[in-house]
């Protein structure tokens, strides 16, 4: 089994948000990056299912080197080989083309990436991955098993969960629940990792369809109203009078 | 020149989000001064249907086959895009629910289309074009810029108002061919969460975390929200689905759902960043904690330093003698 897992790399969780260049660039000094939340889970579930089977797993980030510490993250998971696109990520469709530049001729049996990056929040790239390689695509995989060359696949829909099943090959865009907890690198997997094949490939030419013209931060919330314990009638009034909200 | 709308139904049925689209479609028509069309697949009855033209579609297209009771994400695509194509679209809408996440993006691809996903407002300019998201989970919002001919926009849910706009729509059954190869995902089961309704569509979430203790106490929110009616439900902060006093499509927060009601009650929940991530687009928050530090008071409106042992059996009571008034 090929896998490969498309990783971001983002400000971590509790990262603080600012802007430089009127707004335009994310603040990046001083802030943490990680691997996005749901390819790392992901990648766990990936890891397991190749260690259930045989086979690679590859991970790859469209992005400039400062991702490399992250990428050596995913490597002292388990993963095998990583590819760096050598370019900015610009917007989703520009990542999309890139990755999908690297798969055509790769023949992954699966590709993974998260539900969202925790920064740009698209949901975007991995269906434009499966399109541009006219290929199907799985979105919220909350739950994913391999028999053979099919996949058994829960995924998240409106309201509820279905369980469905898509021949190889096919994108799938994980989830919470498609692994429990993300997998925490051993000792053993950091050592490992440094010597493991990190590729560079440079980017093909793509003229972004959108662009960020700014950012705006949410405004200051007014103080809040503390009512007294004893007085919850007063705050059922003041949620009916003034807010309206009941 | 028109704006055309995927109007996504659930078991042949529109909802709030897809009115909130058809409104927001219909608001960019205007600015651009064309027509609104609407594009269904799937089974929907044509009284459903002709219900859209409430909201301003001037057209509907039907694309119904026993084929598309599957949402296949390639399918899907080729449809919308055929009826882009079709219908000369310069603009189209999605819901920003689980469907359009699979669908926009291929839409997008397929039609060389710019795609904006989490849109919570009209674009403040058509020339050029600019709409307004969310991103880094809800700390922050970006001004993005399309290009492309085509522009693809997701809309969030609760982030605009349905409209009523009368028109008179005529319902035209829309065919397209589908290559066999693109029917390669096989549904097998759908199991609901439940009947209720889900976090994303609920007006008032009730919500709780770890300062409730155990799971049976989470029966004070169900009490709660049901006396609040139809529209409330119940949510939880992260430790709470994975000690599993909660069902996961309940969990609120940057790894969980994203939400925007107009009213969230945070019962026995600190506040931590990546809770906040998912709510802070929260029209009201209401905070009940022991704990007068607790980060939730920032994000609050209104707020309690109280146990919610004690707090919550007097809200009921107050709640149910307001419902009653
Ligand atoms: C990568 C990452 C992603 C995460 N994603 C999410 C996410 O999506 N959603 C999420 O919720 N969390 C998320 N978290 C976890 C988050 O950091 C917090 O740990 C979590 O939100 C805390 O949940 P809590 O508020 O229920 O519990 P606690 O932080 O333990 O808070 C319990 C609160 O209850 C109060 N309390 C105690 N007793 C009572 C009482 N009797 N009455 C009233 N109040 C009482 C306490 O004062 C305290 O403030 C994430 C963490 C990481 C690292
Ligand atoms: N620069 C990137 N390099 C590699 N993968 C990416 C990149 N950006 C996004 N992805 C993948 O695409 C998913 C969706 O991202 P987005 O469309 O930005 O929300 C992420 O969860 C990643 O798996």
Redesign the pocket.
């Known amino acids: 089994m090929k896998i490969l897992v498309c990783i971001s790399n983002v400000p971590d ?2 990262a603080k948000i600012s802007f430089v260049e009127d707004n335009k660039v994310y603040n990046k000094n001083n802030v943490q990056f990680i691997i996005s ?1 749901y390819e790392e889970l992901a990648l766990t579930r990936a890891l397991e299912l190749k260690e259930a089977a045989s086979g690679t797993i590859t991970v790859l980030t469209v992005g400039l080197q400062d991702a490399e510490p992250t990428m050596r993250k995913a490597l002292a998971m388990g993963a095998d080989d990583a590819i760096r696109v050598n370019t900015e990520a610009k917007d989703a469709m520009f990542v999309a083309k890139q990755i999908a530049e690297v798969a055509k001729n790769k023949n992954y049996d699966i590709i993974f990436t998260g539900k969202e990056s925790i920064d740009y929040n698209g949901s975007q790239v991995g269906e434009m991955v499966a399109e541009l390689l006219d290929i199907p695509s799985i979105t919220s995989v909350s739950g994913i098993d391999v028999e053979g060359t099919t996949g058994k696949i829960q995924r998240e829909i409106d309201g509820g969960y279905e369980q469905i099943e898509c021949e190889f090959p096919f994108v799938g865009s994980g989830q919470k629940g498609i692994a429990p907890e993300p997998r925490i690198p051993a000792m053993r997997g950091i050592m490992m990792a440094r010597k493991k094949p990190l590729n560079i490939v440079e980017p093909v030419e793509f003229t972004d369809l959108t662009q960020v013209i700014t950012h705006t931060l949410p405004e200051a919330k007014s103080a809040c109203t503390m009512i007294e314990p004893d007085n919850v009638g007063e705050l059922v009034r003041l949620l009916h009078e003034e807010a309206k909200a009941i | 020149m028109s704006v055309l709308v995927y109007t996504e139904n659930w078991d042949g049925k529109f909802k709030k989000a897809t009115y909130e689209i058809v409104s927001y479609a219909n608001e960019i028509a205007k600015q651009l001064g064309c027509d609104l069309i609407a594009l269904s697949i799937g089974k929907v009855s044509d009284e459903e249907l002709k219900s859209l033209e409430n909201y301003g579609a001037s057209k509907v297209l039907n694309a119904n086959d026993d084929k598309y009771n599957t949402i296949i994400s390639q399918v899907y695509t080729k449809i919308i895009a055929d009826a882009v194509n079709a219908t000369n679209a310069s603009v189209v809408v999605f819901a920003n629910t689980y469907t359009g996440r699979s669908i926009a993006p291929r839409v997008s691809v397929k039609l060389n289309a710019g795609l904006v996903s989490g849109c919570i407002a009209l674009p403040t300019s058509t020339q050029p074009f600019v709409v307004n998201k969310k991103a880094y989970s809800g700390k922050a919002f970006a001004d993005v810029q399309v290009n492309s001919d085509i522009k693809i926009l997701t809309l969030n849910q609760n982030s605009y108002k349905i409209v009523e706009n009368k028109k008179d729509a005529a319902i035209e059954a829309f065919t397209t061919e589908i290559p066999d190869n693109y029917f390669k995902v096989k549904s097998i089961e759908i199991s609901k969460a439940s009947d209720k309704i889900t976090v994303n569509d609920a007006e008032i979430l009730v919500s ?6 155990a799971s049976e106490h989470f029966g004070m929110l169900d009490e709660i929200a049901s006396i609040l009616g139809p529209t409330a439900t119940t949510a ?5 689905t994975d000690l599993d006093w909660r069902p996961h499509s309940e ?6 759902k994203v939400v925007a009601p107009n009213l969230y009650f945070a ?9 906040l ?2 709510i802070n687009s929260s029209k009201i928050i209401v905070a ?4 007068k530090d ?1 980060p ?1 008071f920032e994000a609050a409106d209104y707020g309690i330093i ?4 004690e ?1 919550l059996p007097s809200l009921i009571e107050e709640l149910t003698k307001l419902k009653n008034s």
């Open positions: 969780t509790t939340p | 709780g975390g770890r300062g409730l203790k939880c902060s992260r430790p709470i969990h609120v927060g940057q790894t969980g019962i026995g929940i600190s506040g931590a960043i990546q809770h991530a998912g009940i904690n022991t704990d607790a939730i109280g146990d919610a042992f707090v």
